[in-house]
């Protein structure tokens, strides 16, 4: 919620953007947060925003480019969580607002998706219809898996003139339904930051870009720390299991054991958390991993010979329970 609220305030703080601009925007900001009301008898428009920064700005640019004066009120959001949100309505020229918005058509019918002379506008106007868009119903999760920019739309026609103007862009979104609202959702990272710079949220994009690349940082050493983590796990238990064994060993041979055999078992036993590699150069003479391994195997597979010649428990016999032999 907190990035949400960040990017609005970015977009609500624009000036200056060229008339044709303003009215993309003003546009989708009546579509995508109102609509049309009948009120004694007279067509009212109506858009229901959640700041009153925006709600005022809206007012602003309706009076100034189509000479009405709107009515800000607050009301109470039908979800307890949104708290209080604001209304801006013109009932004393709403049709006409609506013809010229293009919320109507020049049958008095009410337009199910968006003008196609904004949609298919400059790509400033494009922008513009965005962001009208994103700050009439727009949400921005954090970087992550779930990661996502979405707006909620009045209508599946509405979405899918969204997704092209999207497109336009060079950005890609979809649109899909949850629970009955049509929706436009744009997930790839790369994506959502060009997005929030098309709307013009410049300093929103940079930080969510930096934050999700410290996001993705972390996960790298995460998932590298939990690998080696399990490497070492299974290494150490690998260690104890190999100590059991020659301990046992050992023990079966007794005596007979062959001196270059017990001089094996005796060097892992004395440096236990060594790999084989090191235990060659604790020998004297030194010797390769090759030959160390292979001693100790022969000291395994000699006493396990005679463990079962004499019907005694063999060196896997040493190995504690849970632990691969």
């Given at each position: 919620?907190?990035l ?10 624009i ?7 303003r009215?993309?925007e003003v ?15 007279r ?48 009932i ?7 013809r ?28 513009g ?14 970087p992550g ?15 899918m ?30 994506a ?12 929103t994009?940079v ?10 940082v ?11 983590d ?6 150490a238990?690998?260690?104890v ?80 329970a849970?632990?691969?032999?």
């Amino acid at each position: 919620m907190a990035l949400t609220t960040d990017v609005k305030a970015e977009l609500v703080s624009i000036r200056n953007a060229p008339p044709t601009v303003r009215v993309a925007e003003v546009t989708a900001i009546l579509r995508f947060a109102g609509g049309l009301h009948s009120i004694a008898g007279r067509v009212a428009v109506e858009a229901e925003v959640d700041a009153e920064t925006l709600a005022r700005r809206v007012a602003r640019d309706l009076a100034e480019i189509y000479g009405v004066r709107p009515e800000i009120a607050q009301v109470q959001s039908s979800t307890a969580n949104d708290g209080a949100r604001w209304a801006v309505r013109v009932i004393a020229a709403g049709e006409t607002l609506a013809r010229q918005t293009g919320l109507l058509d020049q049958r008095r019918r009410p337009v199910r998706g968006l003008p196609n002379r904004l949609t298919t506008g400059s790509r400033d106007e494009v922008a513009g219809l965005w962001r009208g868009a994103f700050l009439a119903a727009g949400t921005l999760s954090e970087p992550g898996r779930s990661a996502m920019l979405e707006v909620a739309c009045p209508s599946s026609e509405a979405a899918m003139a969204l997704v092209g103007a999207a497109h336009r862009l060079g950005v890609a979104a979809k649109a899909r339904e949850v629970r009955g609202m049509p929706r436009v959702v744009v997930r790839e990272g790369e994506a959502i930051r060009t997005i929030l710079a098309e709307m013009g949220a410049h300093r929103t994009a940079v930080a969510w870009e930096e934050l999700r690349q410290r996001r993705e940082v972390r996960a790298g050493v995460n998932r590298l720390v939990n690998f080696d983590d399990a490497n070492l796990r299974r290494s150490a238990q690998a260690a104890v299991a190999a100590c059991a064994r020659v301990e046992r060993a050992l023990e079966i041979l007794g005596d007979d054991v062959p001196d270059h055999l017990r001089l094996a078992g005796e060097l892992r036993l004395a440096h236990r958390d060594a790999s084989l590699d090191e235990l060659g150069h604790h020998a004297d003479p030194p010797l390769t991993k090759d030959a160390v391994a292979g001693r100790i195997r022969r000291l395994l597979a000699t006493a396990d010979k005679r463990a079962q010649q004499e019907g005694i428990p063999g060196t896997e016999s040493a190995v504690p329970a849970g632990l691969d032999v």
